[in-house]
Antibody, heavy 122, light 108 residues
Framework: EVQLVESGGGLVQPGGSLRLSCAAS????????MSWVRQAPGKGLEWVAN????????YYVDSVKGRFTISRDNAKNSLYLQMNSLRAEDTAVYYC???????????????WGKGTTVTVSS | SSELTQDPAVSVALGQTVRITCQGD??????ASWYQQKPGQAPVLVIY???NRPSGIPDRFSGSSSGNTASLTITGAQAEDEADYYC???????????FGGGTKLTVL
């Protein structure tokens, strides 16, 4: 069964750091782009970051550039999101998702984890 | 603010057809993908590319695109289709991705 399981969420103070993990199973992790998407309480989805199969390309939403780092360990079938200098507005459920390309032009996310909750508060 | 614009809420009578739209300049260059999210659950991909459905998605879901507008159509809406629907595409720069604000679909 294709599965993504996020972990690492929790309560952190403003200015603090947190590292999220996403464990992949049931597919060849190293063959896929991966994404992080978040959802603030009562709000819509927000794309956060994408990473290429070998980690050579990474893309971020402007609001997290310089603070968040997406990475992966293909040997461990794992995706990560290192979050530094956290702000209250980073409070959200964070989902990891598997990325697919159609004609290497149209990107979509076909498998999602259940999410992990990050709360930034003093 | 989102570069993709969706109506916040749409309603449809049971068994009728409903179209959910997503507008944005980047849609002139890129197809949108569509995601269904029910309360307390993770999003589920329902449409990608020009009009492609993942395995397991009923054929009452279809997608289309014209100019700067992408549309998700549900033909014969069912009670279980009541959910939030989000479009997603690359932004105008092509180097980032963006979601629409979401549309809450109510099936009456």
């Amino acid at each position: 069964e294709v599965q993504l399981v996020e972990s690492g969420g929790g309560l952190v103070q403003p200015g603090g750091s947190l590292r999220l993990s996403c464990a992949a199973s049931g597919f060849t992790f190293s063959s896929y782009w991966m994404s992080w998407v978040r959802q603030a309480p009562g709000k819509g989805l927000e794309w956060v970051a994408n990473i290429k199969q070998d980690g050579s390309e990474k893309y971020y939403v402007d609001s997290v550039k310089g603070r968040f780092t997406i990475s992966r360990d293909n040997a461990k079938n794992s995706l990560y999101l290192q979050m530094n200098s956290l702000r209250a507005e980073d409070t959200a459920v964070y989902y990891c998702a598997r990325g697919q390309w159609l004609y290497y032009y149209y990107y979509y996310m076909d498998v999602w984890g259940k999410g992990t909750t990050v709360t930034v508060s003093s | 603010s989102s570069e993709l614009t969706q109506d916040p809420a749409v309603s449809v009578a049971l068994g009728q057809t409903v179209r959910i739209t997503c507008q944005g300049d980047s849609l002139r260059s890129y197809y949108a993908s569509w995601y269904q999210q029910k309360p307390g659950q993770a999003p589920v991909l329902v449409i990608y590319g020009k009009n492609n459905r993942p395995s397991g998605i009923p054929d009452r879901f279809s997608g289309s695109s014209s100019g700067n507008t992408a549309s998700l159509t549900i033909t014969g809406a069912q009670a279980e289709d009541e959910a939030d629907y989000y479009c997603n595409s690359r932004d105008s720069s092509g180097n980032n991705w963006v979601f629409g604000g979401g549309t809450k679909l109510t099936v009456l």
